[in-house]
């Protein structure tokens, strides 16, 4: 596997071909009259690759290889010119969707469109496999685990951003849906995803036991005067209001 081991890795899985997702992948390249990026086809080759990505995700539906088809944008500029995408997901309420370019290469970059009925399409920083594990990422560590905690603060100042590069190690930041930016820093069984928006930043804490939580609480309360604003996600954590 070329570029979706450290994601495979993440997840805890095995990789598995499945015969009948290479021969819907061939398929495909013959209705489109072009071949797949390698990152796409080595990803959807893979058993239940779809599954996974409505499996880690806010219910989001993914594009079914049997649906795959390609959209062409046109791009502004001084000379005109168009750019072939393929869509491979959808938000759950038909707010975006995702796309990769097909501009020949083998892990071609993802763009979102946000409610602009594909008129407007905004680079999300990362490519195909770089998105893929970043998304992964964000619901296997963070936003589907029991132990976190949430809270919508002021918009994310570059001193926190500092803070927490010097505190913790950085994942890749990307760009597009949800919010403007996002932002991923880990270290030790801590997990912190921001959503940045212009007027407003997400925080998403995650940690391995209580204590653990607890400590990631006390590191970052005070930056960008997060204080009291975290909500527990869960009625087991009862965190609010202590002191350390």
């Known amino acids: 596997m070329e570029f979706h081991l450290q994601t495979i890795e993440l997840l805890g899985i095995k990789p598995k071909v499945s015969r009948a997702a290479v021969a819907a992948l061939a398929a495909a390249e013959v209705r489109m009259g072009r071949p797949l990026p390698s990152a796409v086809r080595e990803w959807y080759s893979q058993a239940g690759a779809c599954e996974l990505l409505s499996r880690y995700s806010n219910d989001d539906p993914p594009v079914e290889i049997a649906d795959f088809a390609i959209t062409v944008r046109q791009v502004s500029g001084p000379e005109a010119a168009t750019q072939e995408l393929l869509v491979f997901r959808h938000e759950n309420q038909s707010m975006c969707v995702w796309a990769v370019l097909l501009d020949g290469s083998d892990d071609p970059a993802v763009v979102v469109d946000?409610?602009?009925?594909?008129?407007?399409?905004?680079?999300?920083?990362?490519?195909?496999?770089?998105?893929?594990?970043?998304?992964?990422?964000?619901?296997?560590?963070v936003l589907q685990v029991d132990l976190l905690l949430q809270a919508q603060n002021e918009p994310l100042s570059e001193a926190a951003i500092e803070r927490l590069r010097q505190h913790f190690e950085s994942g890749p930041s990307t760009?597009?849906?949800?919010g403007r930016a996002q932002y991923r820093f880990s270290r030790s069984g801590q997990r912190i995803l921001i959503w940045a928006n212009d007027d407003h930043a997400d925080w998403f804490l995650a940690a391995n036991t209580k204590d653990v939580l607890h400590a990631l609480l006390a590191t970052v309360r005070e930056w960008d005067h997060l204080g009291d604003a975290f909500a527990a996600n869960s009625t087991e954590i009862e965190l609010l209001g202590e002191d350390d």
């Open 114 to 141: 946000v409610d602009a009925r594909f008129h407007t399409w905004m680079s999300c920083g990362v490519t195909f496999s770089e998105h893929l594990h970043a998304w992964m990422w964000d619901f296997a560590k």
């Open 175 to 178: 760009l597009g849906w949800p």
